[in-house]
């Protein structure tokens, strides 16, 4: 009897706090989704100002060079003819070509201002789940700070692989271009080997999911974040390729609203001046931006929270 009590209060102790689901073994995936929903929407707008963090690299690359701020960026073009008001979205290619300096810098800046935004978002995440309080915006951002070297860092070394796919794929089809004449042949051998090197980036960023929120969150470095992620994720792998499925599909769902609710705003913007079409425009994509954003990096210190419960690995948590 003592036993089977002393087992039930060891029991309760491990419940998680209130709202959270039991830890488990297993990711549930539409629990873990709702989960960052819940999240999500219990502190928009602090959440919504470190998320922004993320787009510090493309607002630095328009004050300091002007737009087209990134590579192939898109934008409207409101033409206004005998009355009639069409928004066509054209590419740009400009200044930001890879390896000129704005291209260098935009790189740069925003891996920094990712890793900041997505350790600030997971310290904030996880200090409001653990202890059912609000966040506290300057300890997120003070938290972010302090991690943002060894976030970049991990981030750094995941840009260093799709670099190196980039290069393989680039030399091998120069070399076969050269060796063979068959053009065809060449293009599907490209093709082929341009799509094993995404499968190894998304496999990639599948089992380093967990990192960031690991290093802000357990203050360990670089590597360690990376291999602590590789562990928790074993086992879950197929799980979270099912919540990043669900997401990205409802991503593009909102993504085709948004862009046909933007266009007729902007149509009917244009119409009193063309002008006010384009800032519309900038105005609106943004927006949605940081709030896709957002959402994927507080989801992700969801998945890090369930995963760390479910581990039998016992892990120090740093304040």
């Known amino acids: 009897m003592g036993a089977n009590e002393d087992t ?8 998680a706090p209130s709202g959270e689901p039991p830890p488990s073994s297993k990711l549930v995936v539409w629990r873990t989704l709702r989960t960052a929903l819940g ?46 008001v069409t928004v066509d979205m054209m590419t740009t290619l400009d200044i930001s070509l890879p390896g000129s300096l704005p291209h260098l810098l935009s790189q740069f800046l925003a ?4 890793a900041f935004a997505y350790s600030a978002i997971s310290i ?24 943002v070297i060894p976030s970049s860092l991990s981030l750094a070394i995941l840009y260093l692989l799709y670099l190196l796919l980039t290069l393989v794929v680039f030399a091998v089809s120069y070399g076969l271009s050269v060796d063979i004449s068959d053009k065809s042949l060449v293009e599907q051998i490209t ?9 190894v980036l998304v496999f990639a960023g599948i089992v380093t999911v967990a990192a960031i929120p690991a290093i802000s969150i357990e203050g360990i470095g670089a590597f360690a974040g990376l291999g602590r992620s590789m562990g928790l994720t074993n086992g879950n792998r197929l799980r979270i390729i099912g919540i990043a499925a669900v997401c990205y599909i409802a991503y593009f769902i909102l993504l085709a609203i948004f862009q046909m609710a933007s266009l007729w705003l902007m149509r009917q913007a244009a119409t009193a001046d063309a002008s ?20 994927f990096l507080v989801l992700g210190t969801v998945i890090y929270r369930n995963l760390v419960q479910g581990s039998t690995s016992v892990v120090e948590v740093a304040d």
């Open 39 to 84: 999240v999500t929407f219990q502190n928009p707008g602090k959440l919504l100002l470190l998320g922004a963090i993320s787009q510090a690299a493309m607002i630095a690359m328009f004050v300091l060079f002007g737009w087209p701020l990134l590579l192939n960026v898109t934008k409207p073009v409101v033409l206004i003819q005998g009355g009639q």
């Open 124 to 147: 904030a995440v996880h200090s409001a789940m653990e202890r059912g309080t609000s966040i506290d915006l300057r300890a997120s951002l003070h938290g972010g700070l302090k991690a």
């Open 276 to 295: 006010l079409g384009h800032a519309l425009y900038w105005v609106l994509f943004p927006l949605f931006v940081v709030l896709a954003t957002t959402f």
């Open 191 to 199: 093709g082929a080997l341009r799509a094993f090197s995404g499968l």
């Open 8 to 15: 039930a209060e060891g029991s309760d102790a491990k419940e």
């Open 111 to 114: 891996l920094i201002s990712f």
